[in-house]
């Protein structure tokens, strides 16, 4: 597994950010959030220094078909 840690995502609401979350702790990807909002006694900073959601360089591909969802059903059938 690769040591290095790339960023998936950014939210500006903390709570969207832990749902991506646990999304990916359903389908075994391991990740974590990094909040910039002074230890959470400054929720709004999340407007301007958004919350990140990180995962291993390894699980980037898998991450992002997790939180892109399904595909949307062709019109063909």
Known sequence: MSDYIVVL???H???EARIAQAALDAEGIRSML???????????MGLLFPTRLAVHEDDLTAARRVLEGPAPPSEDG
């Open 9 to 11: 995502r950014s939210y």
């Open 34 to 44: 990094i909040p910039d909002n002074a230890g959470g006694m400054l929720p709004s």
């Open 13 to 15: 609401d903390e709570i």
